[in-house]
């Protein structure tokens, strides 16, 4: 049976900086609580929602199932967020020698806040 490669349009150095779980984006996606796939749907990057539920099992076994869990996981979804977003910011001042655009701009992350996501793939 022939190998499948896989190709990306990923142009960013995520893979020097996470680990990316394997598994059905879609399944794990439809597992999360409405906040939480709100959250991610809202991101700057792909947040790879099997990575999100692994974390969000490790929040739950902490609070429980409850608000304070999905507070949590979502202030350190944030977290990530950032971090990405300066190791992007870095990654282009090191080749380009100047401050990315949307940086310099003090541009911020558009998030569609007016509706919640009911996007379900099953």
Not at 80 to 105: I, K, M, N, Q
Not at 110 to 122: D, E, F, G, I, Q
């Amino acid at each position: 049976m022939p190998t499948r490669i896989q190709h990306s349009n990923e142009r960013t150095p995520r893979h020097e900086i996470w680990h990316r779980y394997e598994g059905n984006e879609w399944a794990a996606f439809d597992q999360l609580p409405p906040s939480i796939r709100q959250r991610l749907h809202e991101h700057s990057y792909d947040a790879w929602s099997v990575n999100a539920l692994k974390l969000w099992h490790h929040y739950k076994r902490i609070y429980g199932a409850t608000q304070r869990a999905e507070r949590a996981l979502i202030r350190y979804l944030d977290y990530c967020e950032r971090l990405e977003r300066e190791a992007f910011a870095a990654r282009y001042t090191a080749r380009y020698g100047a401050t990315l655009p949307h940086d310099a701009a003090m541009g911020t992350v558009l998030r569609n806040h007016t509706a919640p996501c009911s996007v379900s793939h099953k």
